[in-house]
């Protein structure tokens, strides 16, 4: 194994949701490698916590970060963890909640572009949020996250929990 597999990369984030169907809030990476992409792009408010750091406080944050929305002190519904083809380990959450999309209010990144130029340029983390139908989720989402929605439908789904 090399030393750069020995610890794989670990995200935490949170799925919210409405009953009014159901429906969940989605998020499109900003900057400029994810501009012209749509399908399978998305992702839930989410980010990257460092092995000691406890992901369900990584989630929160990340969701605030990238929606400038606080979700602290609401009960979060576990959804467990995926691994994504680039080996990173997400986990995640969800919980019901209404969030106006125009609200949206990301914190940004700065990177070289374009690349070899000499400029830094300034991007938001998420530069649009929409909610949409699980079936749009699932296309809209990268289709490994997309495990995260049939999660929250079967727990909805399941009798005696809320």
Known sequence: MRETEAVSKRSAGILLYRLDGPSVLVVHPGGPFFKNKDAGSWTLPKGEHEPDEEPRAAALREFAEETGMSLQDRELLPLGE???????????????????????????????????????????????????????????????????????LEQLQAPGES
């Open 82 to 152: 995926v691994r994504m083809r680039s080996g990173k380990t997400i986990t995640a959450w969800a919980v019901e909640g209404e969030f106006d999309v125009d609200s949206l209010r990301s914190n940004t990144f700065e990177i070289e572009w374009p690349p070899r130029s000499g400029r830094r340029q300034t991007f938001p983390e998420v530069d649009r949020a929409l909610w949409c139908d699980p079936e749009t989720a699932r296309e809209k989402l990268n289709p490994t996250q997309a495990a995260f929605v049939d999660r929250l």
